[in-house]
């Protein structure tokens, strides 16, 4: 399995840009698994932030994200 070190900055960084990918009101109707996913990826965002979580996979078969210091 992939891993992929970034810094705290930046995993915060893919996170927002990854979650602004996903429909979540406007034009396009969200989907029930687009409004998982936000909620998911809002709390993986707060627990990034928070300092609770170092490692984390955006994707099932995707590389794992190891936040550094």
């Given at each position: 399995?992939?891993?992929?070190?970034?810094?705290?900055?930046e995993a915060i960084?893919?996170?927002?840009?990854?979650?602004?990918?996903?429909?979540?009101?406007?034009?396009?109707?969200?989907?029930?698994?687009?409004?998982?996913?936000?909620?998911?990826?809002?709390?993986?965002?707060?627990d990034v932030r928070?300092?609770?979580?170092?490692?984390?996979?955006?994707?099932?078969?995707?590389?794992?994200?190891?936040?550094?210091?």
């Amino acid at each position: 399995m992939a891993k992929i070190f970034i810094k705290r900055k930046e995993a915060i960084r893919l996170l927002i840009r990854t979650r602004s990918t996903i429909p979540d009101g406007g034009r396009v109707p969200p989907t029930d698994s687009d409004n998982a996913k936000v909620a998911a990826l809002d709390r993986l965002l707060l627990d990034v932030r928070a300092g609770r979580t170092d490692e984390f996979r955006l994707d099932e078969d995707g590389p794992r994200i190891v936040i550094t210091n």
